[in-house]
């Protein structure tokens, strides 16, 4: 998959939506390099959106959050979560950059 690039400023955020498969077990987990400018939340919007149907998954969402200026890549990668060394089925990189 390709890398995804983006500019943020310290103090702001950027979400990250990656698309969901809780029903079947599988989750989102990341890995940073130099992340000491960004700071990484999982942002829980299911509280505030519309009842959905059984069996169906609501996206994983992530705030990436400028923390000093510099540079980080952050690789998101879906796995189930009891099997620590599964296989990934998703992967997903980004270049971020963090400005004054």
Same mark, same amino acid.
């Given at each position: 998959?390709?890398? #995804?690039?983006?500019?943020?400023?310290?103090?702001?955020? =950027?979400? &990250?939506?990656?698309?969901?498969?809780? +029903?079947?077990?599988?989750?989102?987990?990341?890995?940073?390099?130099?992340?000491?400018?960004?700071? #990484?939340?999982?942002?829980?919007?299911?509280?505030?959106? #519309? &009842?959905?149907? /059984?069996?169906?998954?609501?996206?994983? &969402?992530?705030?990436?959050?400028? &923390?000093?200026?510099?540079? /980080?890549?952050?690789?998101?990668?879906?796995?189930?979560?009891?099997?620590?060394?599964?296989?990934? #089925?998703? +992967?997903?990189?980004?270049?971020?950059? =963090?400005?004054?």
């Amino acid at each position: 998959m390709d890398t #995804i690039v983006k500019t943020i400023k310290t103090g702001s955020s =950027v979400p &990250v939506i990656l698309p969901g498969m809780g +029903t079947a077990g599988f989750q989102w987990f990341h890995s940073t390099e130099n992340g000491h400018c960004i700071e #990484i939340k999982p942002y829980d919007y299911t509280q505030d959106s #519309i &009842v959905r149907d /059984a069996g169906t998954s609501n996206d994983e &969402v992530f705030m990436i959050t400028g &923390v000093l200026p510099g540079h /980080a890549r952050v690789t998101f990668e879906q796995r189930r979560v009891w099997e620590k060394d599964g296989q990934i #089925i998703n +992967t997903q990189t980004f270049d971020i950059t =963090v400005t004054q």
